[in-house]
Each structure stands twice: as structure tokens, then as C-alpha cells.
């Protein structure tokens, strides 16, 4: 009141000077992922989203760029690097190529289909190539049935809700992807985080759901569905399957399994974290996952009894609304797969697997060695390098390209903001030579730098920080 009036007496328009206050003036901090973003990724921001101009396999080709302004617009300078090591493509198997005699059946279907179908499954959509794709995918994994989508984002994201809904209750890892976490949401079931692979903390949530049951009503749930991945793709931990597939059976609920990551990655033969754990298929309920890492392709699939698979087709949103995969896309993944389950006449397939095992083991070793602190199990290709302070993430980046070395850095508010890091993903397309020069000639001298410095080992990277994104982190950590 003292405010209003003090404009009414200064200014006799002081309803438009109140309106100018409060209207026009914005907030120095709107909430803390502003600040962050504005502060400090915008410094960053070039180590992201780098256009590259050839096929994503052990090596690629990037567009040279720059910026004038402090990373607010980029500019092209039309200079291509050449043969950077690819360390951030999801290429587990080596599928992603351009060899002809690998894609003549590609471009053979590309010349009898074309490249779009222009219709959903559920109306003109469904080929011959889909159906044919569908009975592969369910031998290969040793389930009854399988269906086959455009995307792999939307596979979970469109298709939760399609199982579990209102009075349903969803048991989901707190290291889950955002398309499991979107589809959940979308669901409108009552959801509940466990910490992440903590089996004590499953339980709990299992036994208190059986005894309370449903909020205020304590009714029982309806369903309910436990949302787990093979791999974790910032953690590149695996999955506890046989403790969960334990606990799902003591309190009769239902298993989702994302082997976006994992399968064709881990396995004897590629089929994942159920045969990496001797398991058997049926154990999992919805066995779901993607083609657009171990298969170099697009989309993925749902998998499970054919009673699931014939309630998905009539009642998923990606059947009913998306547009069809591609058949070339859908022929990339026959090969693939025929070639991982030796229908192809060879053993090509089965001999990427363990080279991609050998890779995984041998660049994960060095960097031990090193004095790394790396994360995930030992068979997993995804290999975080913890950076810690977001400063770093920017200048590591920067600094490996320089060396030729293409890596993906991961900061908040994908992971926590004291636990920034770099993630390198093995493919079985990588030689020896390749994993040393990355581990021994380039990062190792990042860890001399460092010991010639006076710092320690395990914070190899200190040398690369910047005081400023150092007061930037600082300022952060205050209660603004």
C-alpha cells in the first residue's frame, strides 16, 4: 500500500510506472536451471550438438565451427576434420557402415519399397517386411511374439500407458531414461522411485504397497509394474535382474525391461542382460528394446507372450497414430540380426559380440591403471569418467578434440552437478589402436600434465579447469 501510494503522489500516472515494475522487469533468478543454463552451459555450450559429416563407425568426419559471440549463434568455417575416434556413438556391434557388400540387401529393398510408408500399422502401414521383422525379433530373443515400432523414444513413452493406468502403482529406478519416466507420467498411474539397483529398497516399496494398498481408499493396486534398463546409459551399470525377477515373483508383480543399451551389447550371443544372466525369457514380462545402438538402424520393439503383443497392437499409441518404420530401416535390422544369430552363413555376428566383450574389458582395465574413476560393471561398453566440477566438462571436451577424439560429456541436470562426467562408448569396430591412443597417448598425458602440476592423479583433469567456471560452481553451491 505504501508502495501504490508513494506513485500516486510522485507520479500522477502511477498505475502505468506500476505496471512498468512489475511487468516489464525480469527476475534476476527465476529458479536454478536458469541460472545454471546462463551462467554457465552457455559457456559450454559448443562441446554439444557438433554436425557430423560421414557414418557414425569407429571414426567420423566433423564440420568445423565457431562462434563470435560466447557460444550464443555458431558459424561454419567450412573446414572438415578428418578421422576423429568416434568414443560417443552408440555403435556398440559396428553396424553403423557404408560397406556396399554389407548393404546390398538395404539397397535392394530401398529400390522396391522407397523410403516411407505413409501410413500407421493399424491402417495401410503393415508390410511384409514388419511382419517378417517381427517373427525374427521373437526367435532371436525366445519370446512368443514381438512388435516392432518407428521409434525408440516412443516405444516406451507411448506404450506404458498403454499397460498400466489410473489405481495401477509404477516401480521405477531413479536412474531411469526420460522416455520411461515420460511414459510413466503420461500413464496417470500412481508412481514411486526406489534408489538406484538397491534391492532394500525395492522391497520396501513392494511390501508397503501390498500392505497399505491404494491412498485413502487402501484398496489393492490393480497392477503392479517395476521399470528397470539392462544398462544404465550415464551409469553404465547393469541391471540386477535376477534379485528383481526374485522380488516381482514373492509379490506378484509385473517386470519392464529396457534393453535399449544392452541388447545385442552384453550376452553371450548378444541377446542381452536375460541371457548375460542365464535367465530365462519368460521371467521378464514386457522385454523392450531399441534398434538404434547395437543394430546402427531406428525404432525399436515390445516383446513378450502373444497376448501382450495382440493387446499392444490394438491399443498403443505408436500403432494407431505413428507412421510405419521405413523398410530400409527394417532391412538393416533382418541383417543385423541374422548376422548376430549366424543365418547369414557366418560368424561375423558372434564374433563382434566378443570383440565388443574384449574392447569393453581392455578399455575399461586401462583406465584403472590409470588412476581413473570410472563407473558401471566391467562388461558394460558405456564408460563414464567422472570430471566432477561442471568447469571441467567444457575444457576436457575441447581438449580431446584437439587430440582428433570425438567423446560425449554429460553434466546437469542429466546427472547431479558435482558429478559431471564423460562418457565413452566401446564399439566392437574399434581397434587396439584406437583404445590406446585414446587411453595412453591422450589421456595419460592429460594425467603427466597433471602429476608434473602437483595434483593428484584421480583429478587428472584439475589442470583443464577454469577459475572462472570455478567461481561459477562455487556461487552456485550458495542458497541464492
Not at 543454463?37 to 565451427?65: A, H, K
Not at 542365464?278 to 543394430?295: A, E, I, Q, R
Not at 507412421?323 to 564374433?351: F, Y
Request: glycine share 8%; net charge positive.
Amino acid at each position: 500500500c505504501i508502495l501504490i501510494n508513494h506513485f500516486f503522489l510522485c507520479n500522477g500516472n502511477g498505475l502505468s510506472s506500476l505496471a512498468d515494475i512489475f511487468l516489464d522487469f525480469v527476475p534476476l533468478y527465476q529458479d536454478f536451471e536458469n541460472f545454471y543454463t546462463r551462467n554457465l552451459y552457455m559457456r559450454i555450450r559448443d562441446n554439444w550438438n557438433r554436425p557430423i559429416c560421414s557414418v557414425p563407425g569407429p571414426q567420423f568426419d566433423l564440420m568445423e565451427r565457431v562462434t563470435d559471440d560466447y557460444n550464443w549463434t555458431f558459424r561454419f568455417t567450412g573446414r572438415i576434420i578428418k578421422n576423429v575416434i568416434n568414443m560417443g556413438s552408440y555403435n556398440y556391434l559396428g553396424f553403423a557402415e557404408t560397406d556396399p557388400n554389407a548393404l546390398k540387401t538395404v539397397t535392394k529393398e530401398l529400390q522396391k519399397y522407397g523410403t516411407g510408408i505413409c501410413s500407421t500399422r493399424q491402417e495401410m502401414g503393415t508390410l511384409d517386411k514388419h511382419v517378417e521383422l517381427e517373427n525374427l525379433v521373437a526367435k532371436f530373443l525366445g519370446v512368443e511374439d514381438a512388435m516392432v515400432f518407428g521409434m525408440g523414444f516412443a516405444t516406451n513413452s507411448m506404450n506404458i500407458p498403454a499397460l498400466v493406468g489410473k489405481g495401477c502403482l509404477i516401480l521405477s529406478d531413479e536412474l531411469n531414461h526420460t522416455s520411461l519416466v515420460l511414459g510413466a507420467r503420461l500413464s496417470g498411474a500412481t508412481i514411486r522411485i526406489f534408489k538406484h539397483n538397491n534391492m532394500q529398497s525395492l522391497e520396501k516399496l513392494l511390501r508397503d504397497a501390498i500392505i497399505y494398498g491404494q491412498p485413502r481408499s487402501r484398496r489393492a493396486w490393480r497392477k503392479i509394474i517395476i521399470l528397470v534398463e539392462g544398462i544404465y546409459s550415464m551409469e553404465g551399470s547393469i541391471v540386477r535382474l535376477p534379485e528383481i525377477v526374485s522380488l516381482k515373483r514373492k509379490y506378484k508383480a509385473y517386470l519392464y525391461l529396457d534393453e535399449a543399451h544392452s541388447i545385442g551389447a552384453v550376452g553371450a550371443t548378444g541377446r542381452g542382460v536375460v541371457e548375460y544372466f542365464g535367465m530365462n525369457p519368460d521371467d521378464v514380462d514386457v522385454l523392450m528394446g531399441t534398434f538404434t545402438k547395437s543394430f546402427g538402424a531406428a525404432g525399436g520393439y515390445i516383446a513378450g507372450k502373444k497376448g501382450l503383443v495382440d493387446f499392444l497392437r490394438t491399443h498403443s499409441h505408436s500403432a494407431v497414430y505413428a507412421t510405419s518404420m521405413c523398410p530400409p530401416v527394417a532391412e538393416q535390422i533382418i541383417r543385423a540380426m541374422k548376422c548376430l544369430m549366424g543365418l547369414d552363413g557366418t560368424t561375423q555376428g558372434l564374433q563382434r559380440v566378443r570383440q565388443l566383450g574384449k574392447n569393453t574389458r581392455y578399455f575399461r582395465r586401462r583406465l584403472h591403471e590409470m588412476g581413473f574413476i570410472i563407473y558401471g560393471n566391467d562388461d558394460s561398453p558405456v564408460v563414464p569418467l567422472l570430471l566432477y566440477m561442471p568447469g571441467k566438462i567444457g575444457a576436457f571436451a575441447r581438449r580431446m578434440l584437439e587430440k582428433n577424439i570425438g567423446v560425449v560429456v554429460v553434466g546437469f541436470p542429466a546427472t547431479p552437478i558435482t558429478e559431471s562426467r564423460a562418457r565413452f562408448c566401446v564399439s566392437a569396430a574399434h581397434t587396439r589402436e584406437m583404445l590406446d591412443t585414446v587411453s595412453t597417448d591422450v589421456l595419460l598425458k592429460l594425467t603427466s600434465d597433471a602429476k608434473g602440476a602437483g595434483r593428484s592423479c584421480v583429478s587428472v583433469t584439475l589442470n583443464l579447469s577454469n577459475s572462472f567456471f570455478t567461481f561459477v560452481f562455487l556461487v552456485l553451491s550458495l542458497d541464492l
